[in-house]
């Protein structure tokens, strides 16, 4: 069965750390991973997304993501957070239904909490 | 720059009442789907649709149902709302090329 787990519920960083979200997915096909931010009152935006390629891949707002196969994981980093990233972070997986993108399956999300 | 929208951004109803929910959006897509939003649950699929007047259940269809009469349009109905559908609604619509875009959301309270 195909699912997200992403097993950290809040994260807290001071403003100017590292972070890292951890997404671990479960899915029988080849897998076509998001992440997404969602800020208080907005809906969902697209921080970068996997299809294939390489497996470190870039996204908005300074943010990148390591797909690693063997751990069936996906990972999202930021060398340095900043204020304005405190928000509510989801990993999703999905996949592609001809030529159009198919269903996601999403994590719980992760909220962020950024101490100045 | 609108892709998604949702005819409301907030919406109080009474139990009993039938409610429609409305997403439109101008992209032309195929596929569009209604998640519904609960802290701590993530997103969970309700309904989702792949074509005109063509529709799937999701993960939690029960107490809900989708109308897709036209391409661009996809309500969400709920047929006798209830306190344990007071939530947060998002629409999204996607296309080719991967492109995935999600309206603004629709927070329900029923009371």
């Known amino acids: 069965a195909q699912s997200v787990t992403q097993p950290d519920i809040h994260i807290t960083v001071s403003e100017g750390a590292s972070l890292e979200l951890r997404c671990n997915y479960s899915?029988?096909?080849?897998?076509?991973l998001f992440w997404y931010v969602q800020s208080p009152g907005q809906g969902l935006q697209l921080l970068l997304k996997?299809?294939?390629?390489?497996?470190l891949v870039q996204g908005i707002k300074g943010f990148e993501a390591e797909f690693k196969r063997s751990q069936s994981s996906f990972n999202l980093r930021k060398p340095s957070v900043h204020w304005s990233d405190a928000a509510e972070y989801f990993c999703?997986?999905?996949?592609?239904?001809?030529?159009?993108?198919?269903?996601?399956?999403f994590g719980r999300g992760t909220q962020l909490t950024v101490w100045p | 720059d609108v892709k998604v929208t949702q005819s409301s951004r907030y919406l109080v109803k009474r139990t009993g009442e039938k409610v429609f929910l409305e997403c439109v959006q101008d992209?032309?897509?195929?596929?569009m789907f209604w998640y519904r939003q609960d802290p701590g649950l993530g997103l969970r699929l309700i309904y989702f649709?792949?074509?005109?007047?063509?529709?799937e259940k999701g993960d939690i269809p029960e107490g809900y149902s989708v109308s897709r009469e036209k391409k661009e349009r996809f309500s969400l109905i709920l047929e006798s709302a209830s306190t344990n559908q007071t939530s947060m609604y998002l629409c999204?619509?996607?296309?080719?090329?991967?492109?995935?875009?999600f309206g603004q959301g629709t927070r329900l309270t029923v009371v």
């Open positions: 649709s792949y074509d005109v007047k063509m529709k």
């Open positions: 996997y299809f294939s390629g390489d497996t």
């Open positions: 992209m032309d897509h195929e596929n």
């Open positions: 899915y029988g096909a080849t897998p076509y």
């Open positions: 999204a619509s996607f296309g080719s090329n991967t492109e995935a875009f």
């Open positions: 999703a997986v999905g996949a592609i239904w001809g030529s159009t993108l198919g269903r996601l399956y």
